[in-house]
């Protein structure tokens, strides 16, 4: 892999020899990959390369069999994407996970919605919805998000863009350490994807690490930092859209050229 882009820096992110097997069919073979900080880390492959079975064992959705993940130069072990979650490591999934007739800021704040203080003692409190509305577009005003003004319109009547960016303003928002986002842009439009493309730059620029998996070359190379090629459950090469054009890409992914 190419060192040379991100120095002597530590990995935010770190997988070393990754194996995961579905009784005979082998996901990943001993995969590895690192993630920077401040960067855009697109994950590249093949139908079948591992490239989702690879997410899932960075989000906690699947437990590898073998190898290990660092956080920070931390291992971690992650049984559930809850535990992922907790330290930091948010996951958009392709089928995105947001609640259609809730409003902006309460998706924004689905599952940690904030609480008013009760009475002493009392467990059940009721949702503080202005406060969460507030801090919606604070976090919004912060990740650079101008497309979603009013965070009281309910998600289901946004466009398709539009909630693609709640999903990942979800993700990005509260200092999470890591996004990963898979295939956000498949579903959507030349104009909105472009958006998110530019929300994804945005993180970037703001300090939050992001892992995007995607099959678009053309997006891949305009907002990537780095390339991580994978090829039959393993790492084929880490490239840089500087150092190799989409065909050597293609390439390696087909196992046509290495790196
Ligand atoms: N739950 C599962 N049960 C059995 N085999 C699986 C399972 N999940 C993945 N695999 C196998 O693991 C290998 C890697 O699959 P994976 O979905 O990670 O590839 P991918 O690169 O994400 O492919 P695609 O681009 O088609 O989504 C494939 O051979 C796949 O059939």
């Given at each position: 892999m190419s060192t040379d882009e991100s120095g002597s820096r530590e990995p935010i992110l770190q997988?070393?020899?990754?194996?995961?097997?579905?009784?005979?069919?082998?996901g990943l073979d001993g995969v590895d990959l690192d993630l920077y900080p401040g960067e855009v880390l697109a994950v590249i492959g093949d139908?079948?390369?591992?490239?989702?079975?690879?997410?899932?064992?960075?989000?906690g959705a699947e437990i590898p069999n073998e190898g290990e993940i660092r956080l920070e130069g931390r291992r971690v072990q992650f049984k559930r994407p809850q535990d992922a979650r907790a330290l930091g490591i948010e996951t958009?999934?392709?089928?995105?996970?947001?609640?259609?007739?809730?409003?902006?800021?309460?998706?924004?704040?689905?599952?940690?919605?904030?609480?008013?203080?009760g009475p002493l003692g009392t467990v059940l409190r009721a949702v503080d919805v202005k406060r969460m509305?507030?801090?919606?577009?604070?976090?919004l005003a912060e990740l650079g998000i101008t497309t979603l003004q009013d965070v009281t319109v309910p998600v289901e009547n946004l466009s398709g863009g539009q909630r693609q960016?709640?999903?990942?303003?979800?993700?990005?928002?509260?200092?999470?350490?890591?996004?990963?986002?898979?295939e956000p842009t498949a579903a959507l439009g030349v104009r909105e994807s472009r958006q998110v493309l530019e929300l994804i730059a945005s993180l970037r620029d703001r300090?939050?690490?992001?892992?995007?998996?995607?099959?678009?070359m053309p997006q891949v190379f305009e907002v990537a930092?780095?390339?991580?090629?994978?090829r039959l459950g393993k790492r084929a090469a880490t490239?840089?859209?500087?150092?190799?054009?989409?065909?050597?890409?293609?390439?390696?992914?087909?196992g046509a050229a290495r790196a």
């Open positions: 997988a070393t020899g990754l194996v995961k097997t579905y009784g005979r069919v082998v139908n079948g390369a591992g490239k989702s079975t690879l997410i899932k064992c960075l989000t958009v999934y392709q089928t995105l996970a947001v609640s259609p007739a809730l409003d902006i800021a309460a998706n924004l704040f689905l599952g940690r919605e904030l609480r008013k203080p509305r507030q801090r919606a577009k604070e976090e960016a709640v999903a990942v303003a979800r993700a990005a928002a509260f200092g999470s350490k890591v996004v990963v986002l898979d300090g939050v690490p992001v892992i995007l998996i995607s099959h678009n930092d780095r390339i991580h090629i994978q490239i840089t859209p500087r150092s190799h054009s989409m065909t050597d890409a293609v390439a390696i992914m087909t």
